[in-house]
T-cell receptor, first 115, second 114 residues
Framework: AQSVTQLGSHVSVSEGALVLLRCNYS??????LFWYVQYPNQGLQLLLK??????LVKGINGFEAEFKKSETSFHLTKPSAHMSDAAEYFC?????????????FGKGTHLIIQP | NAGVTQTPKFQVLKTGQSMTLQCAQD?????MYWYRQDPGMGLRLIYY???????DKGEVPNGYNVSRLNKREFSLRLESAAPSQTSVYFC?????????????FGDGTRLSIL
């Protein structure tokens, strides 16, 4: 069975500081991993994904994530936080049915940016 | 670009009433999904349709039914609404079932059951 654990339901950083959002996963198949962002009263927008190949993945808005198989982790980082980064972030892993059977999401991390 | 469109955006129901949430995508995607989002729970899969003509249960299917009307449309029905079904419902779609394509989400339907 698939599962995703996001450490920290709320993370607060100062504007300009490093952003680190943690995600650990469990998967019965080779994992495809995703980070989504959700702004208030909106749907989810894809930030980045890892499927195969390079383990350091770059996404939109300056975010990147590194797939570490030995640690079963896929942490999201951004070197310098901006006020517009304040949102809810979700890590997700594909289902065991080849991807058509949906995603398993973590519970989300609310990112707060302090001025 | 419309992407994934959900209607209605907001709805208030009384316990026991029924309603159908509509979802349509214009990206020619094969797979469609319904999730619910509850505070502190992330998104949980209710039902999915890997391709036109097929539907399958997800993690939390009880109390719901779905219809894949055609390739574009995937509806979610609550036959007898319960307060526990108060949630935000998201529809999503993705290109191909055997590929690593990400899911594209609608803006959600906020449903309150009194």
């Amino acid at each position: 069975a698939q599962s995703v654990t996001q450490l920290g339901s709320h993370v607060s950083v100062s504007e300009g500081a490093l952003v680190l959002l943690r995600c650990n996963y469990s998967s019965s198949v080779p994992p495809y991993l995703f980070w989504y962002v959700q702004y208030p009263n909106q749907g989810l927008q894809l930030l980045l994904k890892y499927t195969t190949g390079a383990t350091l993945v770059k996404g939109i808005n300056g975010f990147e994530a590194e797939f570490k198989k030995s640690e079963t982790s896929f942490h999201l980082t951004k070197p310098s936080a901006h006020m517009s980064d304040a949102a809810e972030y979700f890590c997700a892993v594909r289902g065991s049915g080849g991807g058509a059977d949906g995603l398993t999401f973590g519970k989300g991390t609310h990112l707060i940016i302090q001025p | 670009n419309a992407g994934v469109t959900q209607t209605p955006k907001f709805q208030v129901l009384k316990t026991g009433q029924s309603m159908t949430l509509q979802c349509a995508q214009d990206m020619n995607h094969n797979s469609m999904y319904w999730y619910r989002q509850d505070p502190g729970m992330g998104l949980r899969l209710i039902y999915y349709s890997a391709s036109e003509g097929t539907t399958d249960k997800g993690e939390v299917p009880n109390g719901y039914n779905v219809s894949r009307l055609n390739k574009r449309e995937f509806s979610l029905r609550l036959e007898s609404a319960a307060p526990s079904q108060t949630s935000v419902y998201f529809c999503a779609s993705s290109a191909r079932e055997w590929d690593n394509q990400p899911q594209h989400f609608g803006d959600g339907t906020r449903l309150s059951i009194l």
